[in-house]
């Protein structure tokens, strides 16, 4: 899984930083073979055809999609106030804000462009940014509880309520209209759900509501936006580069469904909306099987000089991404030159290589691109802390130290060359700041010890009342117990990977070994999300 601002609850069992191989079909090469000049490229120079995720979007909303596959459709077809520096993970660039300026790092000043629109026709503006991130706390759902708790919206009032409110909205309502919404977070939902589901800027009871100066956002002026932090935090603008910060069209939202507090938009989740990005969404398969991106012929950015390269508009007309297909379908669909992107786990990569279609023309460098370590992701496994009975640490200290790193490595080796290498999660190491700023430094990676591992597990069975048999018939734990009930491990792919399926086959035999029993359970990623 790749990296995002995602926050997680659990207790991280590995990290594994993988180094991406890229696999890239030569899109124009001119080559000359016995004197006649051969061209390499597509079979459809205006297409670009991606088979490289192995599973679907969870939804096509950014204020509702929460997983990986959301990623190459939300980058390019929805735009944040600012965007994240390909170049540099730790830096922004100019998005939708032309300049931004904060004295404090707990208020955020964004000026915005006054040319933006989205693909539908609809201008952008301060408005439009305060409507976006309103409905994307009010919904509920991952991406702005996840990434605005405490920052947007208070954690107390939204655990004792059940509502995600910006903070201040109430008693905005209550200071414009003199509805008592202060201390009344389901009548503050309520009104705030149906001004943002009959949204209109020009009425003047709702403008005055958006510019009350004491709440979480302020309109303060057509092209002049505030952020009013609960705390101070110095990366809150990389926080909202990403796709929970998008802005959204109020007016498609308007006309398809509206919002609803704790509630994710159906309609929009499954077609998605006009955005003000390169693409637009042209169609959607069954079940997310097939999305179909098209250049944005009103793209604001088409004519406009001097735009960073994460703005440029379009250069290939069509994007056609097939998700979840088949390993032998993703060998085929590159070899034959129909795909451009791919992925296949790393013992395949000689096979992929020799029955290119373009063997005999190009080198194995011309085909695979290696990335370095910054556009690599983590593989791990999360346990809940929460609930029985991974909330036992010295059960989560008996599993790390079961499951043997360096067998979950060699999967990665091809050529003599290691792919990938045990990280101190849950951040990669390409992110050095923030392990400075979480003081985990000074940590070790875990170690494969049995001997350790079954000395936590013991402890952790009289903790927990349980215990477990090990293939030798010795118990482990609190004899007068209950047997420890199968842990499951949930994955959000209905086509495991080669190496994915290897991968948990190594963990379950690990923790077979030591008597913890497991089961493999197949699930949509809105379940992890939940």
């Not at 659990?10 to 180094?19: E, N, P, Q, R, Y």
């Not at 990403?242 to 007016?251: E, L, R």
């Not at 290696?370 to 690599?376: C, D, F, K, S």
Request: glycine share 6%; aromatic share 14%; net charge negative.
């Amino acid at each position: 899984m790749k990296y995002s601002s995602k926050k997680f609850l659990g207790f991280l069992l590995t990290s594994v930083t993988l180094f991406t191989i890229l696999l890239v079909s030569i899109s124009a090469v001119s080559t000359i073979v016995h004197s006649q000049t051969i061209i390499i490229q597509p079979k459809n120079s205006s297409e670009l055809i991606d088979v490289a995720w192995t599973y679907p979007p969870d939804a096509l909303d950014p204020a509702t999609g929460f997983c990986d596959p959301d990623q190459v459709i939300f980058n390019v077809v929805y735009q944040q106030l600012v965007e994240p520096n390909v170049s540099n993970p730790l830096q922004v660039v100019p998005g939708l804000a032309y300049n931004w300026t904060t004295t404090n790092y707990q208020n955020w000043t964004f000026y915005l462009r006054n040319n933006a629109y989205f693909s539908d026709g609809v201008k952008i503006n301060a408005t439009t940014v305060w409507f976006s991130f309103y409905r994307t706390i009010l919904m509920g759902q991952g991406p702005g509880v996840n990434n605005y708790i405490n920052l947007l919206f208070n954690s107390t009032q939204y655990e004792d309520t059940g509502f995600a409110l910006p903070w201040g909205v109430g008693n905005a309502i209550e200071n414009v209209t003199g509805l008592p919404t202060s201390n009344n977070a389901n009548l503050t939902a309520t009104i705030l759900a149906s001004i943002l589901s009959h949204f209109n800027a020009n009425n003047q009871t709702i403008l005055k509501i958006m510019e009350y100066p004491y709440q979480a956002v302020v309109v303060k002026g057509p092209y002049e936006v505030q952020f009013n932090l609960l705390h101070p935090y110095r990366y809150f603008i990389l926080d909202i580069a990403y796709w929970w910060g998008a802005i959204q069209d109020p007016v498609f939202i308007d006309e398809h469904g509206g919002v609803q507090a704790n509630t994710p938009n159906s309609y929009i989740d499954e077609y998605g909306m006009p955005g003000s990005g390169p693409y637009m969404i042209k169609s959607v398969g069954s079940s997310y099987s097939t999305v179909v991106l098209v250049k944005n012929p009103n793209y604001w950015g088409n004519n406009v000089t001097g735009l960073p390269p994460e703005l440029q508009p379009a250069h290939i007309p069509v994007v056609i991404i097939y998700y979840g297909l088949s390993h032998e379908t993703r060998l085929e669909d590159f070899d034959n030159n129909f795909a451009q992107l791919s992925y296949v786990s790393p013992q395949y990569l000689g096979y992929l290589y020799n029955n290119y279609v373009y063997k005999q023309y190009v080198s194995f460098n011309q085909v695979f691109y290696l990335a370095n370590e910054i556009q690599g992701c983590i593989d791990y496994i999360g346990m809940n802390t929460q609930v029985y009975p991974t909330n036992i640490t010295a059960l989560r200290l008996a599993i790390v130290h079961a499951i043997n790193y360096t067998a979950l490595l060699d999967l990665y080796e091809f050529n003599g060359t290691l792919l990938a290498r045990e990280a101190l999660g849950p951040i990669p190491s390409t992110y050095p700041i923030y392990y400075k700023v979480l003081n985990i430094t000074h940590l070790s990676l875990y170690s494969y010890n049995i001997s350790l591992a079954l000395h936590y597990l013991n402890e952790a069975g009289y903790e927990g009342d349980f215990y477990v048999t090990l293939p030798n018939g010795t118990i482990i734990g609190n004899p007068k117990g209950n047997p420890l009930p199968t842990l499951d491990i949930y994955i959000t792919v209905s086509r495991p990977t080669a190496i994915l399926e290897e991968e948990l086959q190594i963990i379950q035999e690990d923790l077979e070994k030591i008597g913890i029993p497991t089961a493999i359970k197949s699930v949509l990623p809105s379940v992890i999300d939940s």
